[in-house]
């Protein structure tokens, strides 16, 4: 029997050794490619988030905690992972699964969410009303794939930083893409760094260790927490010395940014997004470099 087989919630997901999870991608790319091939729809989108969907369902409890893709034609993996891989050949079929959420389908769907740029908005909107009404509960928003493109979207992410939820936490899926690819000011600001960006990726992985070690020692030390927001400040001197300017954007706008992340490294997306659902003081913004098809 394949893993996926054995997969029939997110719970079973969560069983599956972290070593086999390359091949559980592989299989979840197998079927995708298969089904769209045969009934439309968008493959190379979803082919980039395989293993951001594995290692998100592995670390949150769906639908306890809601992850929203904007746009949500990146759900394949999604709706594999909870409880649909065996009717998937049928989607976008009449009578079979929609191509995009729908909470008719699945609790795992959040909402029916289909359009570019209002996914930042709408998760502000569920993370804020599970604090209003009391309930446990995380939110993540996967954000990217031409919704950056959006004015829709910074005005929700402008509110985010305002409101500031801690149950909140955003994903940029960074593949360069729309439907097609990019065009405009942000596209070429974003092609100036991006080649040096994918080149900074192990890096970055020196700065986020050396933050890690400044975290331990500091309750351990006379002064901690002077020498952790030392460790702090010397982390973000250096990022704006060597990272490019994009990271600088999301933290000067108010978030907690943390990357670049290699989107098909199992280790480091799980390590990444461990450590920013770990933050408080600003709501976690998270960059991930995945390649779309």
């Known amino acids: 029997m394949s893993i996926l087989e054995a997969i029939g919630s997110p ?33 190379a989108s979803n082919l980039g988030v395989v293993e951001l969907t594995i290692a998100l369902h592995r670390l949150f409890d769906s639908p306890r ?30 009578g079979g ?25 709408l998760s502000l909107g569920i993370a804020h009303g599970q604090k209003m009404g009391f309930k446990e509960g995380y939110v993540v928003c996967v954000i990217g794939d031409g919704s950056l493109t959006s004015g829709l ?10 409101l500031n939820p801690s149950n909140l936490m955003v994903i940029l899926n960074d593949n360069g893409m729309a439907i097609s690819e990019n065009v405009g000011w942000l596209a070429k600001w974003r092609g100036r760094w991006l080649p040096r960006l994918r080149d900074d990726l192990e890096l970055d992985t020196d700065f986020q260790t050396l933050e890690r070690v400044t975290e331990r020692l500091a309750p351990k030390v006379p002064l901690g927490e002077f020498m952790l927001s030392l460790g702090r400040g010397l982390k973000g001197a250096m990022q704006k010395a060597i990272i ?7 933290d000067e ?7 670049p992340v290699d989107g098909h490294n199992f280790n480091e997306l799980v390590e990444v997004i461990s450590r920013a659902r770990q933050y408080s003081d600003k709501v976690p913004f ?4 995945t390649n779309k098809g």
């Open 11 to 43: 719970d079973d997901l969560k069983r599956v050794p972290q070593a086999d999870l390359p091949e559980l991608a592989a299989e979840i790319r197998e079927l995708i490619i298969s089904t769209v091939s045969q009934n439309g729809g968008h493959m």
């Open 65 to 94: 905690d809601h992850i929203l893709f904007d746009v949500s034609h990146q759900s394949y993996t999604h709706k594999i992972l909870t409880g649909r891989a065996r009717d998937f050949p049928h989607i976008r079929t009449s």
């Open 97 to 121: 699964y929609s191509g995009y959420f729908e909470p008719a389908e699945s609790p795992h769907d959040v909402l029916a969410l289909g359009h570019a740029g209002c996914g930042p908005s």
């Open 153 to 162: 979207a910074y005005e929700g992410l402008s509110n985010i930083v305002t």
């Open 244 to 250: 490019p300017e994009i990271g600088m954007v999301w």
């Open 253 to 259: 706008m108010g978030f907690n940014y943390l990357g």
């Open 286 to 289: 998270v960059h991930v470099l």
